[in-house]
């Protein structure tokens, strides 16, 4: 069973870069058809989709956050990363990581989650 | 980006009495291989949300058959036949065709 745990701050200053990354066990991130991805969830709101990394390294963004978000993969440890860039109040979240199965399309695995507060 | 509305997005449901969402999509979620890219989640309190059913009608893994996905196009339901106390939480619908993925604003299921 693929395990997945986000770590990183919990307290990010306005302006500066969300850095977070989810290491996997149970399955590895190199392989084929899943999609390793980033969530995030404000105070009392819904789920919204940030971008996903594949085994190959393709990526694919939100766009109505494209221009401040990078995801990246470190396979020699089993782990993929998320930079948001030039945070605001806005950001603040429970940001998740997850693995949406290539087979099923269904976000089979998904981490506890981890709380982002942006604040000076 | 396709936009997903859920309905209701309360319910308040005795033990042993069936329950059913609404999810509508702004297009069609039907994928050139006839399966439809809709999936449902519960979020239960304090958990992260987990996998219900996945192509709009397929039961993931470990899920109780009393939960249940049907539909087509841009209509969607699901039923769950007899609701137990553990179904507490809110359950979202989430399509998966086109980027970005988008998911419904929630309805928050709670027992009498």
């Known amino acids: 069973q693929v395990q997945l745990q986000e770590s990183g701050p919990g307290l990010v200053k306005p302006s500066q870069t969300l850095s977070l990354t989810c290491t996997v066990s149970?399955?590895?991130?190199?392989?084929?058809?899943?999609?390793w991805t980033w969530l995030r969830q404000p105070a009392g709101k819904g789920l919204e989709w940030i971008g996903r990394i594949i085994a190959s390294g393709g990526t694919n963004y939100n766009p109505s956050l494209k221009s401040r978000v990078t995801i990246s993969k470190d396979t020699s440890k089993n782990e993929f990363s998320l930079k948001l860039s030039s945070v605001t109040a806005a950001d603040t979240a429970v940001y998740y990581c997850a693995r949406r199965s290539g087979s099923t399309l269904g976000f089979e695995s998904w981490g506890q989650g981890t709380l982002v507060t942006v604040s000076s | 980006d396709i936009v997903m509305t859920q309905s209701p997005l309360s319910l308040s449901v005795t033990p042993g009495e069936p329950a059913s969402i609404s999810c509508r999509s702004s297009?069609?979620?039907?994928?050139?291989?006839?399966?439809?890219?809709l999936g449902w989640y519960v979020q239960k309190p304090g958990q992260s949300p987990q996998l219900l059913i996945y192509l709009g009608s397929n039961r993931a893994s470990g899920v109780p058959d009393r939960f249940s996905g049907s539909g087509s196009g841009t209509d969607f339901t699901l039923k769950i036949s007899r609701v137990e106390a553990e179904d507490v939480g809110v359950y979202y619908c989430m399509q998966g065709l086109q980027s970005p993925l988008t998911f419904g604003q929630g309805t928050k299921v709670e027992i009498k």
């Open positions: 297009q069609s979620l039907l994928r050139s291989n006839g399966a439809h890219s």
């Open positions: 149970g399955g590895s991130i190199t392989r084929g058809p899943d999609y």
